[in-house]
Each structure stands twice: as structure tokens, then as C-alpha cells.
């Protein structure tokens, strides 16, 4: 019997607290880029993370397999995850915060679709086919009204890279729930996905010169907020609400870090927002919010049916 109990006060804040963590994070890459490029900082930020992921393992007395079928999963999920990030870290030298928050963000859809091929008991309902339409519309809204963008610091190739990473995220989700990993502690498909991350973005930054940074105060605490707030603390946070309360309910939660996002960009960055762009991100989160609030929704009306 699933022992996930429905959400209370404590995990609605932490979950609130996740998603402004998540939707900050690319403002303070986009914001500390002058000091260091994005994609390095994530680079450094995934390599503090992991080791701090396998001391905690080796704490507890885990042990964190380097070979066999699983550590050869493992890899490919680091290998997609560390392109993803490689998208993010190149989206946000092109494209606004707002818009990378936004893009990336679209995980859910790419997910749903994934593992509606891949797995029976995941099939998408009506409910959820109409979200990923209204996502689609609202993508294409965004991409079309561009005109006077480029000048704002916004090109398409920036958003393209963005919506890559967001389906990235989205094969990940479907990699992990499809195969061996996720009969193994999160814990350690974090590290793999984490040291798959540090090895392409810190390896890709110096190939391709952008391995330079002013060593700043600001700069040296940004990376620390990163590593441990962002990609170690946020993320055990996140798998410790999955194994207490119901992931569906959690999963409702998705929309609201673009929410964050877009917020945080215009209001810290001062992030152009247009007609187009704003009509295209409230059709994007709504139908983020239709495909995840689904399974909630459904087991709400099986709990209701028996008392009618």
C-alpha cells in the first residue's frame, strides 16, 4: 500500500521554496555571466554537487556502482543531462533569463509524450492532450512575434536552445523511469546525471575558451549558492517530498517556477517582455499546469466516486 500522504503546510512551503530556488538560478547565472560563463559556472556548480552527492552517499553507507548495466544507464543519463545544461548555459548568452525559464520549463510536455510511447500505465488523457496543444500554440506564439527582439539581447537561436534543453530534461525523466534507475536511490542517478554535467560543460568551456572568470566575492558566493543551494540541497529536498508525499500532487507545482522566472527576469534583470511573449508564456504554463495536474486531478475523482 502507498504510504505518500496528500500535501500539508510543510511541503506546500518547501515546495514553494524549490520552485523560487529553480526560477532564481537562471537569473543569477544570467546576471554573474560578465564574471564567468554560464556554461562554466554550471560546469563547477555539477562538479561541487556530485562530490557532495558521493560524500553523502558514502555517509550513509552507500555505494554508488562505476560499472555494469546500471553505471552504463547512468552514464547516458549524465551524457543527456550535461547537454541539457550545455543548452542552458548557451540559451542564456543569447536569450533573456525570462525566456530560458519559460522554454526550459516545457519538460513536463516532452515528458508526457515520452512516456505516453513508452509506458502503458502512462498513457495521456484528453485533458492532458489539450495541454500539450495549448503549449504548442503558446511556443509558436512566442517564437513568431519577434520583431525589435534582437535588439533587447532575445534571438531565436537562444530560445531554440532553451526548448532543446527543456526536451532534454523531458528524456531524461523518461530514460530514468523507463529503465534501472529508478530502482536505485535518487541519490545516485543525481551523482551520475551531476558528473555527466561537470565533465561536458567545464570540458566544453575550456575547448572552446570560455574558461576565463573574475574572481570576485560576488562571483565565489554565487557559485557556492549554486552548488550547494541549487544543484545539492533543492534537489534532496525534492526527492525527499517524492518518497512522503504524493508526486502527482508535487507535480502540480510545476508551472509556477516560470511563474518565478519571469517575475525575477523583469523585475531583477529588467527583462523585455512583449504582447507575444506574454501570451505565449501563459499558454505554455497553462498547458504545463494541464499535463501535470492531471494525475491529481484523477485520483481526487476516483476518491470522491465511492462517497457519491
Known amino acids: 500500500m502507498d504510504s505518500r500522504k496528500p500535501l500539508d503546510i510543510r511541503a506546500i512551503s518547501l515546495m514553494l521554496l524549490i520552485c523560487f530556488i529553480w526560477a532564481i538560478q537562471q537569473i543569477g547565472l544570467k ?6 560563463g554560464p556554461v562554466l559556472q554550471i560546469g563547477i556548480r555539477s562538479g561541487v554537487a556530485a562530490l557532495c552527492v558521493w560524500l553523502l552517499v558514502r555517509f550513509r553507507g552507500g555505494h554508488i556502482a562505476f560499472t555494469g548495466r546500471t553505471a552504463a544507464i547512468g552514464a547516458l543519463a549524465g551524457l543527456i543531462f550535461g547537454i541539457e545544461f550545455l543548452m542552458v548555459g548557451a540559451a542564456l548568452e543569447h536569450t533573456t533569463a525570462s525566456h530560458v525559464v519559460v522554454f526550459m520549463y516545457t519538460a513536463p510536455i516532452f515528458a508526457g509524450l515520452g512516456l505516453h510511447w513508452k509506458l502503458p500505465s502512462e498513457r495521456l488523457a484528453s485533458m492532458q492532450w489539450v495541454g500539450i496543444g495549448l503549449a504548442a500554440c503558446g511556443i509558436a506564439i512566442a517564437f513568431l512575434g519577434r520583431e525589435g527582439m534582437a535588439a533587447e539581447g532575445v534571438t ?4 531554440l536552445m532553451a526548448l532543446l534543453a527543456g526536451a532534454l530534461w523531458g528524456s531524461t525523466t523518461v530514460l530514468i523511469r523507463s529503465t534501472g534507475l529508478s530502482r536505485i536511490p535518487a541519490t545516485h542517478t543525481l551523482f551520475y546525471q551531476l558528473v555527466g554535467a561537470f565533465a561536458i560543460l567545464v570540458g566544453t568551456a575550456v575547448l572552446t575558451g570560455k574558461a ?3 574572481p570576485t566575492v560576488a562571483l565565489f558566493a554565487h557559485l557556492a549558492f549554486q552548488s550547494l543551494v541549487v544543484a ?3 534537489f534532496l529536498i525534492w526527492f525527499w517530498l517524492l518518497t512522503k508525499y504524493m508526486a502527482s500532487a508535487l507535480g502540480v507545482f510545476s508551472f509556477i517556477t516560470p511563474l518565478f522566472g519571469v517575475t525575477l527576469g523583469v523585475l531583477l534583470l529588467g527583462d523585455p517582455l512583449t ?4 501570451a505565449g508564456a501563459a499558454a505554455v504554463i497553462a ?8 494525475p491529481w486531478v484523477r485520483g481526487r475523482l476516483k476518491t470522491r466516486a ?3
Open 156 to 159: 531565436l537561436r537562444g530560445d
Open 212 to 214: 576565463d572568470i573574475v
Open 275 to 278: 504582447p507575444p511573449f506574454l
Open 306 to 308: 465511492p462517497a457519491e
Open 232 to 234: 545539492f540541497f533543492s
Open 31 to 36: 546576471a554573474t555571466e560578465p564574471l564567468a
Open 287 to 294: 498547458g504545463i499546469l494541464m499535463v501535470s495536474a492531471w
